[in-house]
């Protein structure tokens, strides 16, 4: 028993792994949630919009979204650390036969990780995932590695292994801008387990995303001036508000800092020191000059490009070791360990490879600008949806094909949304009133993207529905589509009360 549990020493060790992501992620997440509540009172206090709206401000202190939106970091960084040590693990034991100093150089190489991710300041848990997630994960590997070397049942491993390249191979050549939203609308849209899926995603992802935004890429922003002229503070508010940063009065700390001293701004983000500007060259072009504070503190971009590598990379993989891991352990009720863990990945290799394959072909077809009205009354949804992103692709007016009375009414989630963006580039009279109908789609994607639409339209009656839709709604990926088209129509922030 003990030989076979410790055969399955990539499982165990990724799950070690991703507990500890998942415990530190947890909390990460909760401490970002409640900053964030406590710039959301402040900006609410100061009598400005909050995005999120006040139904979603309440869960904000809730173990729920703290957990889930945890999940996010566990299955990117935290898988990408744990299979990065695993293979570390590997080679030591495996190649170089455990030589102590191939130790010293991954001592090396996991300080100077540690050190570049908090070159631009420190970062508590960021450092905390580098530096518990590796040793654990390493000296499970190794502790059951060791076993078997001493049970003689050093397995033919590159077996297991090839199959994994082959795939990832495969994954690669399925990559392009479109991915992402060609594996939604395939696999999640259109059935009601994938549909729940993507609600979970879309429901929780935004609090992990908080995070590690720069200040470019969040919605709303706090700043706090300190100026003895009036006339200053208030051009500076007025000037601030136009990039969303809400001028605040509360104890909290800001997201931009101002002290006016003699002809000069000097701007500051967490207390930190980012950038001084002539005060006449930051009214020449205030927006250049946040932009370029904007850019110079922001300290979370290594971060997020290894997050993000780590989510294409980390997350498949572990899925695919978890349901090895499963496959292996029922197979072995009825074959040895060796067996049971090649016919595992046999298995695993062969449903993988068709549905990547399955994947390339439901994402490929052949739509010009002379078979799109055939596509379009085509009996395959995924032929009407291909004809639709083609049209917003090209900008083509979607009411000009006899069709369209019929997509307006379609059950297909992927499809309405694909409607409704094309409705984005309309200027048909009556699709102004369609898109407005979509506001009411029970589904989030849908509702959201006819929020997008109506940003792009630019029909600035629009406004009293999309202020609707923030206060009723207590989606904050909605709200957060909805706050985008009312920049889009040239709102700006101005007191509620």
Same mark, same amino acid.
């Not at 909805?482 to 509620?496: C, D």
């Given at each position: 028993m003990r030989e076979r549990l410790n055969s399955l020493y990539p499982l165990s060790s990724l799950l070690i792994g991703l507990t500890l992501a998942q415990i530190l992620a947890t909390v990460h997440v909760y401490l970002s949630n409640t900053a964030l509540y406590d710039s959301l009172l402040a900006i609410k206090d100061a009598g400005y919009l909050t995005i999120p709206n006040s139904h979603v401000m309440r869960q904000l202190g809730n173990a729920a979204p703290a957990f889930f939106g945890g999940l996010f970091f566990t299955f990117s960084i935290g898988a990408g650390i744990s299979f990065f040590s695993l293979f570390l693990a590997w080679i030591w034991d495996r190649l170089f036969y455990r030589k102590i100093f191939l130790l010293y150089v991954f001592l090396t190489l996991w300080v100077v990780c540690l050190a570049?991710?908090? &070159?631009?300041? &420190?970062? %508590?848990? /960021? +450092?905390?995932y580098f530096l518990l997630i590796p040793p654990a994960v390493f000296f499970a590997a190794e502790k059951q590695m060791s076993y078997l070397n001493r049970k003689n049942r050093r397995?033919? $491993?590159?077996l297991h292994i090839i199959p994994v390249i082959l795939l990832a191979l495969s994954l690669a050549w399925q990559i392009d801008s479109r991915m992402f939203t060609d594996f939604r609308d395939i696999y999640l849209l259109s059935n009601p387990v994938g549909s729940k899926i993507n609600n979970f995603y879309y429901k929780y992802t935004l609090y992990p995303a908080e995070v590690f935004k720069s200040l470019n890429q969040k919605m709303l922003k706090t700043a706090m001036i300190e100026s003895q002229n009036p006339d200053i503070t208030r051009m500076l508010e007025n000037n601030f508000i136009n990039d969303d940063y809400i001028p605040v009065r509360r104890n909290i700390d800001?997201?931009?800092? /101002?002290? *006016? +001293?003699?002809?000069? &701004? #000097?701007?500051?983000?967490? $207390?930190?020191f980012v950038l001084r500007i002539p005060a006449k060259k930051f009214f020449h072009d205030p927006h250049s000059a946040i932009a370029q504070f904007e850019q110079m503190s922001d300290t979370w971009a290594f971060f997020r490009q290894i997050t993000m590598f780590s989510l294409l990379s980390g997350?498949? %993989?572990?899925?695919?070791?978890?349901?090895?891991? #499963?496959?292996?352990?029922?197979?072995?009720?009825?074959?040895? *360990?060796? +067996?049971?863990? %090649?016919?595992? *990945? #046999? %298995?695993c290799f062969v449903v993988c490879l068709v549905f990547i394959f399955s994947f390339q072909f439901n994402r490929t077809r052949n739509i010009s600008e002379r078979n799109i009205a055939e596509a379009l009354?085509?009996?395959?949804?995924?032929?009407?949806?291909?004809?639709?992103?083609?049209?917003?692709?090209?900008?083509? =007016?979607?009411?000009?094909?006899? *069709?369209?009375? =019929?997509?307006?009414k379609s059950d297909h989630i992927a499809e309405r949304y694909w409607v409704v963006r094309t409705l984005a580039n309309s200027r048909k009279p009556g699709t102004y009133r369609d898109l407005l109908g979509f506001l009411d789609d029970t589904h989030p994607n849908v509702a959201s993207m006819a929020l997008y639409g109506l940003g792009r339209r630019g029909n600035k009656e629009a406004i009293d529905e999309i202020m609707q839709a923030i206060k009723a709604s207590d989606d904050w990926y909605l709200q957060w589509y909805?706050?985008?088209?009312?920049?889009?129509?040239?709102?700006?922030? +101005?007191?509620?009360n």
């Open positions: 570049a991710f908090n &070159f631009h300041g &420190f970062k %508590l848990f /960021v +450092t905390l397995s033919n $491993e590159i800001p997201d931009l800092q /101002v002290v *006016s +001293t003699g002809d000069d &701004f #000097i701007l500051k983000s967490d $207390e930190r997350f498949p %993989l572990a899925v695919y070791v978890i349901v090895h891991g #499963i496959i292996s352990i029922l197979l072995g009720i009825f074959f040895k *360990s060796k +067996t049971s863990s %090649l016919l595992a *990945s #046999i %298995l009354q085509s009996g395959r949804w995924q032929d009407r949806v291909a004809a639709l992103k083609f049209i917003d692709a090209k900008g083509l =007016e979607i009411k000009q094909f006899h *069709s369209y009375p =019929e997509l307006l909805a706050y985008r088209a009312l920049r889009a129509l040239g709102w700006r922030q +101005t007191k509620l």
